[in-house]
């Protein structure tokens, strides 16, 4: 049965080098999904290197799956043209999350752990699983799969993080 783990706020930064759906540009929108969950951002129109900062919130549930997202071009007549895909797994935030409270971390900013680009993932680069504040947050940026050239920027946040699992006495 699934077991609430917290809440998973993802704030959509940005985009570099989407590509071109329209004449010139593209009018891009995510979508972002965890499991049966889904959200969007606004559409910015006319532009390749859009800045939406929107923040979506999702329940997180154990098993943790993987945060999936797709981005748009909005067209007005016809079906909205893709614009690429990524992927990330959440095992990391969740691990960093439970080391934090074993650590008892929750003033000032620490790392908790990296992740680099492997399958489990689309990182572009290396990434931190930090503590600020008492929020574990994981900031990304996504290379998008199935188009020539384009990345995404998110920050994760994992709110009510769990308690750590106790430990059980042998018989």
């Known amino acids: 049965m699934a077991e609430a783990v917290g809440m998973l ?16 540009s593209s009018d891009p929108y995510v979508i972002v999904k965890l499991g049966n969950q889904t959200a969007k ?10 800045v939406w900062n929107e923040e979506l919130s999702f329940s997180l549930m154990d098993p943790v799956g993987v945060l999936n997202l797709e981005v748009f071009d909005k067209d007005r007549f016809k079906a909205d043209d893709k614009m690429g895909h990524a992927h990330l797994s959440l ?6 999350a439970r080391l934090r409270q074993i650590l008892g971390v929750s003033s000032g900013e620490t790392t908790l752990r990296k992740v680099i680009p492997d399958p489990d993932n689309c990182l572009v680069r ?30 994760i946040k994992l709110m009510d993080p769990p308690p750590p699992p ?3 006495a042998a018989p």
Do not use: H, M, Y
């Open 9 to 24: 706020k993802v704030i959509v930064v940005q985009g570099k080098r989407l590509v071109i759906r329209d004449f010139k």
């Open 41 to 50: 951002t606004k559409v910015i129109n006319s532009c390749l290197n859009p």
């Open 91 to 96: 095992q990391p935030l969740v691990s960093a």
């Open 126 to 155: 290396e990434s931190s699983v930090s503590c600020v504040n008492g929020e574990v947050v994981q900031d990304v940026w996504l290379r998008l799969c199935g188009v020539e050239s384009g990345e995404i920027q998110l920050k």
């Open 166 to 168: 106790a430990a059980t």
